[in-house]
């Protein structure tokens, strides 16, 4: 079973910036793509970033300009650079894999961590 393990999460002062980290209990080339997503109380999750094994990005228009996916292949770990971070911003980011197959669909998830914009 694959293990996502999150961390940098944390409290923030509007315009500041956190750095998030998603370690991985196998390595990343398994996967087709990770992303970052995100849950506001009272909201469904949604995608923050992605990146693919081929290395394309993808963001929404909320955090486009602010918000930078990118991976360490030898430390097996998917990050993700916050900066110019707004009230807006606080919810609970996962970490998620992708290894699904054209005959299978399989997602990983990590535990989440907190992210709290606030002053």
């Known amino acids: 079973q694959v293990q996502l393990v999150e961390s940098g999460g944390g409290l923030v002062q509007p315009g500041g910036s956190l750095r998030l980290s998603c370690a991985a209990s196998?390595?990343?080339?398994?996967?087709?793509?990770m992303g970052w997503y995100r849950q506001a109380p009272g909201k469904e999750r949604g995608l923050v970033a992605v990146?693919?094994?081929?290395?394309?990005?993808n963001y929404p228009d909320s955090v486009k300009g602010r918000f930078t996916v990118s991976r360490d292949n030898a430390k097996n770990t998917l990050y993700l650079q916050m900066n110019s971070l707004k009230p807006e911003d606080t919810a609970v980011y996962y970490c998620?894999?992708?290894?699904?197959?054209?005959?299978?669909?399989?997602?990983?998830w990590g535990q989440g961590t907190q992210v709290t914009v606030s002053s």
């Open positions: 998620n894999a992708d290894q699904s197959t054209p005959f299978r669909r399989l997602s990983h």
């Open positions: 196998e390595s990343i080339f398994s996967f087709n793509a």
């Open positions: 990146i693919t094994n081929g290395g394309r990005t």
